[in-house]
């Protein structure tokens, strides 16, 4: 509960009441905000991030879920296009083949670009479909299904594991986005809002 005094000196009650709406729509802004630094910098401790900055940009505000004067309502969380990159480790799921497939490609030894991203011509649908790629799939005894190349000639002939393959995947939660954010959310929210109340207060007309 927050209790105040209007003096004669000081603002009008009518002067108060305008500046209270700038003061909440600027607190849930400046909330989501630290909420949302948070949940960036704890990415980096669960994730190998191999293009960091296109990860961390995730974690948005849009310019149309920020809070206004008339609208003190405000959105903060994983979205726009490749969001599901991350959603989906918020709790327990499994990933299953797209686009017909049959199975999913685990890399082992596949090449990658410096930015640790798979190269397209080293997707196992590319490298399978050309004889000179040298690749092909064997299953081993205890079930599992392995995509291999070839390399090397005939007498120094070797063979390395590009991927392995699953029917399905499970996904452990580990983006823990409600775990990270809420308690900065109730911790920063008051701090914020007296800031900006008394901010308001000394901006209120007379």
Do not use: C, W
Request: charged share 30%.
């Amino acid at each position: 509960m927050i209790h105040f005094t209007v003096k004669r000196s000081g603002p009008t009650l009518k002067g108060v009441m305008k500046q209270i709406p700038f003061a909440v729509a600027n607190t849930i802004n400046r909330t989501l905000e630290e909420g949302q630094q948070a949940m960036r910098d704890k990415l980096p401790s669960e994730f190998k991030l191999r293009r960091p900055v296109f990860i961390s940009r995730l974690v948005k505000i849009e310019n149309a879920d920020r809070a206004r004067k008339d609208r003190l309502i405000g959105r903060m969380g994983i979205q726009g296009k490749g969001a599901d990159l991350l959603t989906k480790f918020e709790k327990f799921s499994v990933k299953r083949p797209i686009g017909g497939g049959k199975s999913i490609a685990v890399p082992v030894d596949a090449k990658t670009r410096a930015d640790g991203v798979l190269r397209a011509d080293q997707r196992p649908r590319r490298l399978l479909a050309s004889k000179s790629n040298r690749t092909f799939v064997v299953a081993t005894r205890d079930g599992r299904r392995l995509i291999l190349q070839s390399m090397g000639t005939k007498k120094n002939k070797k063979v390395r594991e590009l991927f392995y393959l699953v029917r399905q995947a499970k996904l452990k939660p580990r983006l823990n986005f409600v775990a990270t954010v809420d308690p900065v959310l109730r911790a920063r929210l008051p701090i914020n809002f007296h800031g900006f109340l008394v901010s308001a207060l000394r901006n209120a007309k007379q």
